[in-house]
């Protein structure tokens, strides 16, 4: 007997279908993950039969015996707060600011007419997510918490009312490699012992892999492809579903092709970055702490460690886009200047692409203004005529189209807009490049091809790059060299092929080991 | 179609073209209607020494949003130059000129505009300085909280990679990027300086006789509300629609900038 069931499920908002002839069936206990690209629909159709959504939603929807499709507002909200319960992306953005841990979770559990539970109860349910120390948790509010602890709260906070079905929205994508697993298996464990059914939407196919049952994969508002996860991760069938699993980056694929490296071309030592701490309290906290690296010509060095190690805080102190309180950094044996002192030809040396390719262009600027922006300023002298025609061989160069030139951001996709950033970061024709995480919010095949982009860009120009990242099989697609951050601190730094097969420090087995699974 | 702002340019056309087509100037008495009632040549009557009060009304329209509009955009110039400087430049700086505008803020304002006329005679510049020293400094606060946010964004410190110096940034990326919530801020504040300048207005200390603004036209209705009660309802309503359509424009156009 499957709890949810959904049949031809289509969804259209103001009268344009977006979503066509989805239909799956979870049982208790199992986990059903619906896959794609962003804007694939697969949030339309895990909100929309609960009335979550702009959209209509067409076809069958069957919760636990009873039909939502057509449901008004008014019939939806009860079954909303009895039979389901939802987990999103952002814990922090889901989770309401000014209520305590304890107020989110009472007003969870009470959503469906419960009576006002005691203390201990609440207690009960942060212990049953892993949250420890439950009862200090309670009287917290979301911003005190980590982000781990956050969705744990809000997994504690979505199955306090013993739901049916959880409904898990990207629930890892915000979170560390390290976290993700945590978060998972927690997920799992709730399924184990309560009999959950749980609707998971993600497009992280790692993920995906280890805890889901059965995969629907979807594109374009169609459903490709269906089946059980390890044959159809497996053994895909369908073009998309194929495109989609050689996508993820692999640790253990064969060695990529790296070009040769050339003589020493950066040294940052002793690099401290501190910031005054938040609030009231005295003294400052160490972001990065005496951190020492080189990096050669041509060659890529990746900069991997958690989110908080202090790795972006270190690649901006050397890149002198960032505060550094002690510190050097020679190109080629020579001082680079402090931050404010930085002339043309300094800064001309290295140029960064940022993670979020949207954030990272002014919205009111033009892709060709964009992009033209560097030498606008880097290299006065040149002329209108040949300034156009550099932008030009900059959008050919990243794979654009010359017509993307009078766009603005807003009109561009995710990938294009990390393109126009890499034209940018390219046109003064820097030496090196850094790259801070400048993958990792793009979709899984977006992601593959920008990294094409930079290991073609990196063989044919002799770049050198510092990539600041998270994921170790990223690191190793494009960098010789690896050297991973914890709390400030470089703990490792060595060839890529010895780090990922014989970890020393422990931060860099559990990355590794995170990134295995 | 944005309503509000409709009906404020059908009453700004009005209160520009509409003296014009009018027999009677605002200034000019009728002797033989003093105290007239409605009739075909005074459409709304006219007032104790017999002056056209449609006329009186539109002129008054016109003074009370010039007033407004010329105060709003002075503490839209000083505000957008304080704010962005304090929250580009942070640190020390920053601290300082925000407990300038603190300070400002803490001044008993209408106690001060007060002591301004009372000392220095009555004047439309003082009305003017007076409101425009104050209205800047939400203005300072909201421009320093954006400017801020945006400093930490990504494009900025590409472009501070792009070599681009302080000043580029802030003229080439900042301001455009404000320009939004500058604007939405700059409806709020002209309803908030038409209520400042009616109120003094009413109180005696706002523009010269025989120039007139919707404050003394309400003050004046008020007195003669027994003769007849256009002379207060048709000022008054006039103010009370500027007042909301703006303040729904604005808010509306400050929804959008702070989603």
Known sequence: MSVYAVENLCVAIDGVSIVENISFTIAAGECVALVGESGSGKSLSCMTPFGLSPGVATGSVMLGGTELCGLDERALRPLRAAGVGFVF?????????????????????????????????????????????????????????????????????????????????????????????????????????????????????????????????????????????????????????????????????????????????????????????????????????????????????????????????????????????????????????????????????????????????????????IIAEPIKHLMPDMSKGERDARVAAALMDVELSLDMADRRPKALSGGQAQRVAIARALIAQPQMLLLDE????????????????????????????????????????????IAVMDAGHIVEIGKAEDVITSPAHPVTQRLVMASRR | MNRPLTLVAVIVAAAVLGPLLLPWPYDVIDWGAVRGAPSLSHPLGTDSVGRDLLARTLVGTRVTLSVATAAALVALVIGVAWGAVAGWVGGKTDEVMMRVVDGLYALPFMFVVILLMVVFGRSILLVFLGIGAVEWLTMARVVRGQVIQLKQRPFIIAAEAAGAPPRAILIGHILPNVAGVATAYLLLTVPQVVMVESFLSFLGLGVQEPLTSLGILVKEGADDMDLSPLGLLVPGGILVTVLVCLTLAGEKLRDRFSA
């Open chain 1, 438 to 481: 400048a993958t990792s919010a793009l979709d899984v095949l977006v992601a593959a091809q920008i990294v094409a982009l930079l290991q073609r860009l990196q063989r044919e120009r002799g770049l050198a790059i510092l990539a600041i990242t998270h994921d170790l099989a990223l690191a190793r697609q494009l960098c010789h060299r």
């Open chain 1, 89 to 369: 992306q952002q814990p922090l953005t889901a989770l309401t600011p000014h209520l305590k841990v304890g107020a989110q979770l009472m007003e969870a559990a009470m959503q469906a007419g419960a009576p006002k539970p005691a203390r201990r109860d609440f207690i009960a349910m942060l212990d049953r997510v892993g949250l420890p120390r439950a009862h200090e948790k309670l009287d917290q509010y979301p911003h005190q918490l980590s982000g781990g602890q956050r969705q744990r709260v809000m997994i504690a906070a979505a199955t306090a009312h013993n739901p049916q079905l959880l409904i898990a929205d990207e629930p890892t994508t915000a979170l560390d490699a390290s976290l993700r697993h945590e978060v998972m298996d927690l997920i799992d464990r709730l399924r184990a012992e309560q009999g959950l059914a749980v609707l998971l939407v993600s497009h992280d196919l790692a993920t995906v892999r280890g805890h889901a049952n059965r995969v629907v994969v979807m594109q374009h508002g169609l459903m490709v492809e269906s089946g059980p996860a390890d044959i159809l991760l497996a053994q895909p069938q369908h073009k998309y579903t194929q495109a989609l699993v050689a996508a993820v980056p692999l640790l253990d694929g064969p060695a990529p092709h790296l070009p040769a490296v050339g003589a020493p071309l950066l040294a940052a030592s002793d690099m401290t970055v501190t910031f005054p701490r938040a609030g009231w309290r005295r003294g400052r906290f160490v972001a990065v702490d005496g951190a020492t690296l080189t990096v050669a010509a041509g060659e890529a060095l990746a900069l991997v460690g958690e989110s908080g190690s202090g790795k972006s805080t270190l690649g901006r102190a050397i890149a002198r886009l960032g505060p550094c309180d002690v510190g050097s950094v020679t190109w080629m044996g020579e001082m680079l200047p402090e931050r404010a002192r930085m002339t043309r030809d300094h800064r001309r040396l290295i140029q960064p692409v940022f993670q979020d390719p949207v954030a990272s262009l002014d919205p009111r600027w033009r892709v060709a203004d």
